[in-house]
């Protein structure tokens, strides 16, 4: 099947610094990303949409200013966290559309943030 | 009320037991409904998923969507140890191009 890689797996920062998560889809070309923060023992939140050549689209009570989305090409998406505070470590998931079924989704293996 | 209600658990049954899983939601626009199991420190796995109200099998596996009740289930016959995880049932109310709603999800232990 399809698969979708994350880095890092697991990444440690200091407050008030900014992190950068990679997602790629590693043998296909994903017209749609998406963004997933998971807390421990909660359900996975969609945190945006992420079209490539095009701006993300933000669930509501995200900050888009906070968390930065590019979509640059049809194989990667990064997420960036600017400015971390403790309340952001979490586990952030992201998803890679093939195409317009939705099963043709597929899940990378999360990165681990902890921000101290 | 959330969007989408599951026993976070844990549920303990024996080897080889029937295990039952199910959830509950409130947004009458769900048409797509998955499940999805995750490891500990992992991505969620696509296990099953149906369209709109109706049962379908996969192996050991059985899922059921009950739209007039909006109540899903997951049956799991024959269960291994290997089955332990975390199950999440996720919903959409699009096709693959919208994110998905998911449940808590509810941490399977299946005793040798």
């Known amino acids: 099947g399809a698969v979708v890689s994350q880095h890092p797996s697991w990444v440690i920062c200091k407050s008030g610094t900014s992190v950068k998560i990679e997602c790629r889809s590693l043998?296909?070309?994903?017209?749609?990303m998406f963004w997933y923060r998971q807390f421990p023992k909660q359900s996975l939140m969609l945190m945006a949409t992420s079209n490539e050549g095009s701006k993300a689209t933000y669930e509501q009570g995200v900050e888009k200013d906070k968390f930065l989305i590019n979509h640059a090409s049809l194989t990667l998406s990064t997420l960036t966290v600017t400015s971390a505070h403790p309340e952001d470590s979490s586990f952030y998931i992201c998803s890679a559309s093939l195409g317009p079924a939705w099963e043709e989704q597929y899940f990378g293996p999360g990165t681990r943030l902890t921000v101290t | 009320q959330k969007e989408v209600e599951q026993d976070p658990g844990p549920l303990s049954v024996p080897e080889g037991a029937i295990v039952s899983l199910n959830c509950t939601y409130s947004n009458s626009a769900f048409q797509y409904f998955m499940w999805y199991r995750q490891y500990s420190r992992k991505g969620p796995e696509l296990l099953m998923y149906?369209?709109?109200?109706g049962n379908k099998e996969d192996g050991r596996f059985t899922a059921q969507v009950d739209k007039s009740s909006k109540y899903i289930s997951l049956f799991i016959r024959d269960s291994q140890p290997s089955d332990s995880a975390t199950y999440l049932c996720?919903?959409?109310?699009?096709?693959?191009?919208?994110?998905?709603?998911f449940g808590k999800g509810t941490h399977l232990i299946i005793q040798p």
């Open positions: 996720a919903m959409s109310s699009g096709g693959g191009a919208d994110g998905l709603t």
């Open positions: 149906t369209y709109s109200s």
């Open positions: 043998d296909f070309q994903a017209t749609t």
